[in-house]
């Protein structure tokens, strides 16, 4: 094993909280060790439509040059993240991109195609998506299509949640230095995805809409394999179909 593997491997981390925390108050250290790490509460929406950064749901990706480095946070996920020991309950899997598309600032900048190095080949097993989206600004002129993504991507995520192939869903805002938050999604099958998420729906009309430019500036998608995970996700996630 070297220090850089051909590809990337993913971790997820997915915290409750007992109470709601709030990213205007609490400021979470970035975790040392993988490439990249974004971290931030989960989509809470105002009377004004705008995500007030509050939630007792924190979520985290980290994106590692090194499956050995991986499989470490993965076994002590405590070590990097101090504050796990405040949550009420806590998940965290392991994961091998297999597919990554589009723009996305991670980074500090954005990133066309190559935030995310996948995997040569597809080894199959229990399936995730991993998507980002961003703007270039959040001035006046952009504010109502802003908001208009955040109803969406809130009434996505409730729409999967009907989907009989769906496991679990979450949408994460950004945590810091205005990188794009993220969605991360649970599936029995990537078949299953496929039909959630492309045949006409919800998603679908969200999916024409931003690439007609109604919506976000830039967007990425990611397809990923799950090696293992364990914790509470609102209960055991079962992949079982």
Known sequence: MTDTDAHDWLTFHRLRFPEPVSSHERVFPPVAGPHCWMFGPQYDVGPDGMLTGVSDVWGGVGIWHSRAAAEAMLAAPGEALPWLGETAASWHALGVPVMHRGAVNWRGHVQ???????????????????????????????????????AGVVAVLDDYGAQPSNLRRGAFRSGFGGRDGFTLSLWRSEEGMRHAAYQPGVHRTRVNDDNAGLLSDRSSFTRVRIVRSWGDWDGEVDWSA
């Open 112 to 150: 066309q195609g190559d935030a995310i190095r996948p995997a040569p080949a597809d080894p199959g097993g229990p399936f995730a998506v991993l998507t980002s989206a961003g703007f270039n600004a959040r001035d006046a002129a952009t504010m109502p299509r802003i908001l208009q993504f955040v």
